[in-house]
C-alpha cells in the first residue's frame, strides 16, 4: 500500500485529486463521496452532481449492508454486559431456552455462525424481516420462515451470504435486553458516539441486515469508522471495547471458492487481503463502502449514484492502493484441454428457495446457465441463457455479456459419483436439486 501517497495527499488537502481518476462523464448525474481517515484525521471529497461541494462530510450516506456491520459493533458491546456471544451456544436455546423444536431449522446452528455467514440457512425467501407489533424482530415468524427451505449446508461448513445472521442476531440481542434492537443501537453507539445526524430516524425501526432507510452523514460514518481503528479513543465507548471489536476480525473464515475481491469474512467485517476490511452494500443505482487498515489506521467511506458506481473506487485507487484492482483472474481453458474436460458433472439444477439455476451441457461441449426465479405467488421468471467459458478451479465465466447477471460461476465439492454439488458465484452458494436434505 502506497500510505506515503495517501498521507501526502491528505496533508496538502488534495483528497479530491483521488476523485479524478472515476472519469464521470459530463453532464450525468453520478456524485461520489470520499472520507478519508489518516491516522485519526479527516479528510472529505466529493464528485459529480449538481453540487460539487463537500461540507465538512454533511452529505448522507444511505447504510443498506453496511447495517450489518453496526449490527457486529452492537454485539461485541454488549459482550461485556452479556455472556455468551461468539461462544457454542445455540441459537434456538438463545431464542426459544424454554422449548426444543426438533425440525428447527435453528438445530445445532451456533452464534458464532451467525454474523459470519456460516450458519448455512437460506434466507432468500424472505424479503424482510418479520417484527412484531412494536417493530422488535418476530423470532418464532422469521424461524418459521426460514424452516420453509431446505438449508443449503450443515452449520459451519461453508460461507454464503445472507440477511438471516444478522436478523437472528438482532432478535437474540432484543430477547435478552427487552430492548428493541432501535432503542439499542441509539443506546449504545449512536448517543455515545455523537452521531447526530441519525436523530430523524428515532422513531422508525431498522433492519439490523439492511437498515431500512437508515441514513447517517459521511462524517458520522467516519466517526464510527474511526472507532475500529484507534487504539485509544476519546470518542468512542473507551479503551475497554478495543479487545472486544478487534475479536471481530479475528480468524477470518475462507470463502468456499473463488472471489474476484473478498478473501475470507469475520463476524460482521469481510476480509479483502493486505490487511484491509471492509464491507459493501450495493444497489441498482446506489453503491457505499467501508474499508479499514487498522495496522496504519486508514479508512476509507466511499459512496456513488449511478449504475457504474462500484467501479469507480477501483479506478480512484487504482495507483495509491494497487491491491484493490490486485485481482488474478483463472486461466481460461485452451481447446485442447477442454475437449479432454468432463463437463457433463457440471450439468444440473442448483436451487436456493428464490432463484433456480439450470445448468446444461450443449452439443458443441460447451456448458450454458438460464436462471429461473421464483417470487412468491407469481408465476417463475426464466431468464434467457447465457453461454460459458471454462476456465481453471472449475470456474466457468459468461461469454461476451458484461451485464450478466452471474459473471461468472464456480462449481464445488464433488462427491463419490462425480457430480459437484454446490454452485458459487463469488458471493452465494446454490445447492444441487437432487442433493437438498428434506425437513
Known amino acids: 500500500m502506497l500510505l506515503n501517497d495517501i498521507s501526502d495527499l491528505a496533508e496538502r488537502a488534495r483528497v479530491g485529486d483521488l476523485l479524478n481518476a472515476a472519469e464521470l462523464p459530463c453532464g450525468g448525474n453520478e456524485r461520489l463521496l470520499l472520507g478519508l481517515i489518516v491516522k485519526g484525521r479527516r479528510f472529505y471529497a466529493a464528485a459529480g452532481g449538481v453540487d460539487r461541494?463537500?461540507?465538512?462530510?454533511?452529505?448522507?450516506?444511505?447504510?443498506?449492508?453496511?447495517?450489518?456491520?453496526?449490527?457486529?459493533?452492537?454485539?461485541?458491546?454488549?459482550?461485556?454486559?452479556?455472556?455468551?456471544?461468539?461462544?457454542?451456544?445455540?441459537?434456538?436455546?438463545?431464542?426459544?431456552?424454554?422449548?426444543?423444536?426438533?425440525?428447527?431449522?435453528?438445530?445445532?446452528?451456533?452464534?458464532?455462525?451467525?454474523?459470519?455467514?456460516?450458519?448455512?440457512?437460506?434466507?432468500?425467501?424472505?424479503?424482510?424481516?418479520?417484527?412484531?407489533?412494536?417493530?422488535?424482530?418476530?423470532?418464532?415468524?422469521?424461524?418459521?420462515?426460514?424452516?420453509?427451505t431446505p438449508p443449503l449446508a450443515p452449520p459451519g461448513k461453508f460461507y454464503t451470504y445472507g440477511n438471516a445472521g444478522a436478523w437472528l442476531s438482532g432478535a437474540i440481542l432484543e430477547r435478552r435486553t427487552c430492548r428493541s434492537y432501535r432503542d439499542l443501537i441509539f443506546e449504545k453507539l449512536i448517543g455515545p458516539l455523537r452521531l447526530t445526524s441519525a436523530r430523524e430516524h428515532e422513531s422508525m425501526s431498522i433492519c439490523p441486515a439492511w437498515g431500512d432507510r437508515f441514513t447517517l452523514s459521511l462524517a458520522d460514518v467516519m466517526t464510527f469508522l474511526n472507532v475500529h481503528l484507534l487504539d485509544s479513543t476519546?470518542?468512542?465507548?473507551?479503551?475497554?471495547?478495543?479487545?472486544?471489536?478487534?475479536?471481530?476480525?479475528?480468524?477470518?473464515?475462507?470463502?468456499?471458492?473463488?472471489?474476484?475481491?473478498?478473501?475470507?469474512?469475520?463476524?460482521?467485517w469481510k476480509y479483502y487481503g493486505s490487511g484491509w476490511y471492509g464491507h459493501d452494500a450495493r444497489m441498482p443505482e446506489y453503491s457505499a463502502l467501508l474499508r479499514i487498515h487498522p495496522e496504519t489506521a486508514v479508512g476509507i467511506v466511499f459512496s456513488g449514484t449511478g449504475k457504474h458506481s462500484f467501479s469507480a473506487f477501483s479506478r480512484i485507487f487504482a495507483r495509491t492502493l494497487p491491491e484493490f484492482a490486485d485481482i488474478k483472474l483463472p486461466g481460461v481453458?485452451?481447446?485442447?484441454?477442454?475437449?479432454?474436460?468432463?463437463?457433463?458433472?457440471?450439468?444440473?439444477?442448483?436451487?436456493?428457495?428464490?432463484?433456480?439455476?439450470?445448468?446444461?451441457?450443449?452439443?458443441?461441449?460447451?456448458?450454458?446457465?438460464?436462471?429461473?426465479?421464483?417470487?412468491?405467488?407469481?408465476?417463475?421468471?426464466?431468464?434467457?441463457?447465457?453461454?460459458?467459458?471454462?476456465?481453471?478451479?472449475?470456474?466457468?465465466?459468461?461469454?461476451?455479456?458484461?451485464?450478466?447477471?452471474?459473471?461468472?460461476?464456480?462449481?464445488?465439492?464433488?462427491?463419490?459419483?462425480?457430480?459437484?454439488?454446490?454452485?458459487?458465484?463469488?458471493?452465494?452458494?446454490?445447492?444441487?436439486?437432487?442433493?437438498?436434505?428434506?425437513?
Request: aromatic share 6%.
Open 234 to 268: 476519546t470518542e468512542g465507548p473507551g479503551p475497554a471495547m478495543r479487545l472486544g471489536l478487534r475479536l471481530l476480525r479475528a480468524n477470518p473464515v475462507a470463502l468456499p471458492g473463488w472471489g474476484l475481491g473478498e478473501r475470507g469474512v469475520c463476524q460482521g
Open 53 to 148: 461541494s463537500v461540507e465538512e462530510g454533511r452529505d448522507r450516506i444511505l447504510l443498506g449492508c453496511l447495517m450489518k456491520v453496526f449490527t457486529a459493533t452492537l454485539v461485541a458491546l454488549m459482550a461485556q454486559e452479556t455472556v455468551g456471544y461468539w461462544t457454542d451456544e445455540d441459537v434456538e436455546h438463545a431464542l426459544f431456552p424454554q422449548r426444543r423444536r426438533e425440525r428447527s431449522a435453528l438445530r445445532s446452528i451456533k452464534l458464532k455462525h451467525l454474523l459470519n455467514h456460516t450458519h448455512g440457512l437460506d434466507d432468500s425467501l424472505i424479503r424482510s424481516v418479520p417484527r412484531l407489533a412494536d417493530g422488535a424482530v418476530d423470532p418464532l415468524k422469521l424461524c418459521n420462515a426460514l424452516n420453509s
Open 333 to 439: 481453458l485452451d481447446r485442447s484441454t477442454l475437449q479432454n474436460t468432463d463437463l457433463a458433472p457440471f450439468a444440473g439444477v442448483y436451487r436456493i428457495g428464490a432463484m433456480e439455476i439450470r445448468v446444461a451441457l450443449a452439443t458443441d461441449h460447451t456448458l450454458h446457465y438460464q436462471i429461473c426465479e421464483h417470487v412468491m405467488e407469481c408465476e417463475p421468471i426464466n431468464h434467457d441463457p447465457v453461454s460459458l467459458v471454462a476456465a481453471s478451479q472449475n470456474i466457468f465465466f459468461a461469454r461476451r455479456k458484461p451485464d450478466a447477471r452471474l459473471p461468472f460461476l464456480q462449481f464445488l465439492d464433488p462427491g463419490p459419483d462425480g457430480l459437484c454439488e454446490y454452485l458459487w458465484n463469488g458471493r452465494c452458494l446454490w445447492r444441487r436439486r437432487a442433493e437438498l436434505t428434506s425437513h
